[in-house]
């Protein structure tokens, strides 16, 4: 066993009851070694996160996005739940479209879904249906592009001070 | 401050002043060069008289793009931008991601001594931190003197971790596999040194703060929030702990041995600005307590593992073998590859979760390092947590909140 890993708790029952609920939207179910974890279609997001709610999933960590471009399926959305109480983790990655990534928002459960999505929407282009307020959160408001997508240059922005231009206006998107 | 025009709200359902709205509003920025908003927060308050009706932080302004960074860096190159994001504790920030490269390489022999300089300077690392929170936050209160006490005690670490590590903000001591270096001579008397010091101060800073009547009357009843809305706002660390939730990941989900120390997890039921006070006053003492036991433990041996793979061999070593020079050049030039995969890894760091999934596509390069910086979500509930207070009790909640800009816009 690894210095950072610690024995986990058992959560292999929830599988019956997620198969049940998503069907065809459930890709794969996988045990790792730090939590078991599901992928699924964004359609299967909202039926999954019911069952694991009433299951007693009750703090979101996190959402997080990774772009696995050039594969496909490109964007992989991760979303971390904890059993406070029990000390029980779990792990939904959804993969949303490609060409128009939309995934439905967790706001209406959780408020600091909130912020997660819209840092999501800022650094990967990834929308959030339902979200009341999907804006830019980290990046300047008028800036154009989605920094961590892997076409994303790393540098290249630096330009010749042009008064009128707005921020970020070069390099965007080398489509594929 | 100054009042600002509306354009801002405009996006935003709840903040845009309704028309024929009776109440005399007025919209305030607070920050983001504020003094009390420790970093570039700019808050933007909409008040009715004095009391705070919405409060909507804006961030991004420290934005360094670390993530992105970490993306173009080999594996072990990574830690020194890992560092630079909470740079009130980069140990804390390192760990974490040293932890989960190392699970994803499946390593499972960290050396006894590396384990415990481990706990024992993130340790260190988290005392650091809240004697500048103590500090700060003392100061927004009006008492000037405290922060003096505070950062006196807070150089002494300093000057520790910089006779061990060469650095004192910075330290990028944890590498993947171990530590940079063993220990200089000297540690120890310097370490025994503040061992028998810490109790004191702290003890000082205790009795001047704790029952102050000034620091009770700005804090008692401040910013309260209950243990079910601290979860459903993902709060995490001292914040959730003041509302009376025993979550601690050393204990939850223990890594780097700790679960062979002994330490309470500090606990408050008030849920307001004065039970996060007192819960980090708690918790510096049992920090203190692991320091002593990692002390004592403090076992002999090397500082790294044996793989030439992923560590580089000893510059003695590199001198007189050629298989060394070679293995060092490598590293060096093209890092080490990790196999695909991907982990969670949380520490307990000063302000809470400190969380990192880390994505691997086989490189030598993490394919992608996403954070979970407990700041980030713990000064989202601002939005919760500011209504219905008054104006310079946000300063108060700002102060219990604790964020760190580096790591809340990374």
Redesign the interface.
Known sequence: ??????P?ADTSALLPQITQALGANLLEAVS????DEIAILPAGLLPAVEVLRRDGF?????I?????HPLTPRFEI?Y?FLK??Q?T?Y?LRVFPDDLNPVIPTLTAL???A???EREVWD?FGVRFDGH??L??????DDWKGH??RKDYP?RGLERRFNPGGRMGEVPPVITK | MSATDLSVFE???DMSVAPGDERDTLVLSMGPQHPSTHGVLRVMLKLDGETVVTAEPE??YL?T?I???TE?LFWQQAITVVDRADYLAPLSNSLCYV??V??LL???N?PARA?VLRVMFAELTRIASHLVWLGTHAMDLGAQSIFMYAFEMRERILDIMEFVTGARMHQSWFRIGGLALDVPKGFLARIDDFIGRFPERLADMRRILEKNIIIMDRLIGVGKISAEEA????LTGPI?RASG?A?DIRK??????Y?TYDFEICTHAGGDCYSRFVVRLNEMHEAWRVIKQAREKFPGGPVVIDDRKIVPPPKTEIQHSMEALIHHFKLVSSGFNVEEG????AVEGPRG?M?M?V?S?GGNKP??V???PPS??NL??L??LAPGNLVADVVAIIGSLDPVFGEV??
Do not use: C
């Open positions: 066993m690894a210095e950072g890993a610690a986990r790792e070694q730090d939590m009750d703090l979101l960590l996190d997080g996005a990774t772009d696995h991760s971390h406070v109480r000390a983790r792990r959780w408020p600091n909130d912020w997660a650094l009341p307020n804006v830019r959160i980290l990046m300047p920094p961590l790393l | 996006n935003n359902p961030i991004g934005h793009g993530e992105k960074q173009n932890l989960a190392e699970r499946g390593i499972d960290i384990q979860i459903a706002w993902g959730l939730v979550y939850a989900f223990p890594y780097s041995g679960e991907h982990v969670y890894q979760e969380g999934y994505t596509a394919w992608r996403r954070w979970r980030f979500y989202q509930a939005k919760r816009d990374r």
